[in-house]
Structure formats: structure tokens, C-alpha cells
């Protein structure tokens, strides 16, 4: 099994510019989350959802936006990136309240 | 404001000694706790999970300790091995409450030398 597979793992973006970070999970897990990790901090939640078709805003959602149209994917956008959103993005999944399975992360910067 | 803090940014032992990484949480609604590891350039993994209705959560070298009236959580790592150098963090959630959404610490970062 896969399991929670990200794309793409590298990217450079300008100000300005649009992206889409995919993430993908084969495990049927309803619950999927994105996350972003600055240096010497936590994961920070950014969106979260717990079915397809239903999604909800975590700790950090601006700038971002999400979709949920099957239980396997989970895209995140960024409308407009700016220099503040250079981080790692990790996505996770889970069932329920069991661990979460998390994707290998994206490093964005934007410059 | 911090509902879970792990104190220590780091921790060095030599190998085949006791680690010990410590974890501190707010929310007295946390009722199930989580211990992740993670590589660098990987996605962290789940190592070991306990619910406030234990105590204590062994599995292999991995114990977990609980501590509701500190609101305290310890994980020890025995023996510990090269291979244990990772970051390692500390997640909490209400899950009695419904909310399966963890709240994460900053992380220790473990190094074991040989």
C-alpha cells in the first residue's frame, strides 16, 4: 500500500502565483488533514475534513483552500502565494480518533 | 497560546542509556495522547498512543506515562539506539468529545550517540 502520497515534493513558487499540492491516500480513511511545519515549530493545522464533501477550518486557513469531492483526495490550494507560506506542507489521514498516517510533506518556497 | 508544550527543543544521550522525552498539556478535556516520530525530509510516523483511562502504554522498547493530575505525559525509550535519533512530538485530543482533531507540541529532537 501507498498510503498517503503527496505531490510535488519540491516546488518554488513567485508572489503572486497559484499552486495546487495534492494529496492522495488509499487506506479509506474518512478524516484527512493538511498541515504546515515551520523551523522549530509544530504542525499547524490547516484544514481538515472528516467526509467527503465536508471540509472545516483548522488553526491557520488563510490563504488556502480546499476540496474534498472523494474519499482519496484532498488538494490544497494557495490563491496568491506570499513569502509567509515558504514551509513544509505535510497531509495526513486517518480513521477516526486512531493515529494519523502522514504523507512524505512538500517544501514550498516562495520567493 | 499553547495547549501542549514539550519544554526540552532537544536531547542528547549516549546509547543504551534511558531517553526520556517529557510533554506538558492544558486542555483538561485531552483525554487520548499520541506520540509521533519523525525523520528529516519524512512525514512523522505514529509510534505509540495512550487514553486517559490507562496510566502507563508499553510496546517494546517504548513506554508512554500518564499523569492526569499533572497533566503530564512522558514517553522513555530503553535502550536507547542510534537509529532513535529522530524529532519526536507529543498530540492531544478530546476524542470522548468527538474532536478526533490532535493538537500537536513543537517537538524534542532526540540524538543518540553511539
Known amino acids: 500500500n501507498a498510503g498517503v502520497t503527496q505531490t510535488p515534493k519540491f516546488r518554488i513558487l513567485k508572489i503572486g502565483q497559484s499552486m495546487t499540492l495534492q494529496c492522495a491516500q488509499d487506506?479509506?480513511?474518512?478524516?484527512m488533514y493538511w498541515y504546515r511545519q515551520d523551523p522549530g515549530m509544530g504542525l499547524k493545522l490547516i484544514y481538515y475534513?472528516?467526509?467527503?464533501?465536508?471540509?472545516d477550518k483548522g488553526e491557520v486557513p488563510n490563504g488556502y483552500n480546499v476540496s474534498r469531492s472523494t474519499t482519496e483526495d484532498f488538494p490544497l490550494r494557495l490563491e496568491l502565494a506570499a513569502p509567509s507560506q515558504t514551509s513544509v506542507y505535510f497531509c495526513?489521514?486517518?480513521?477516526?480518533?486512531?493515529?494519523?498516517?502522514f504523507g512524505d510533506g512538500t517544501r514550498l518556497s516562495i520567493l | 497560546d499553547q495547549q501542549v508544550k514539550q519544554n526540552s527543543p532537544s536531547l542528547s544521550v549516549q546509547e543504551g542509556r534511558i531517553s526520556i522525552l517529557n510533554c506538558d498539556y492544558t486542555?483538561?478535556?485531552?483525554?487520548?495522547f499520541l506520540w509521533y516520530k519523525k525523520y528529516p525530509a519524512e512525514g512523522p510516523t505514529f509510534l505509540i498512543s495512550?487514553?486517559?483511562?490507562?496510566d502507563k502504554n508499553e510496546d517494546g522498547r517504548f513506554t508512554v506515562f500518564l499523569n492526569k493530575s499533572a497533566k503530564h505525559l512522558s514517553l522513555h525509550i530503553v535502550p536507547s539506539q542510534p537509529g532513535d535519533s529522530a524529532v519526536y512530538f507529543c498530540?492531544?485530543?478530546?476524542?470522548?468529545?468527538?474532536?478526533?482533531?490532535?493538537?500537536f507540541g513543537r517537538g524534542t529532537s532526540l540524538i543518540v550517540h553511539p
Open positions: 475534513s472528516v467526509g467527503a464533501g465536508i471540509t
Open positions: 487506506m479509506n480513511h474518512n478524516y
Open positions: 498530540a492531544a485530543s478530546d476524542a470522548s468529545g468527538g474532536s478526533y482533531i490532535p493538537t
Open positions: 495512550i487514553s486517559s483511562i490507562k
Open positions: 495526513a489521514s486517518s480513521y477516526g480518533v486512531g493515529p494519523q498516517h
Open positions: 486542555n483538561s478535556m485531552f483525554d487520548y
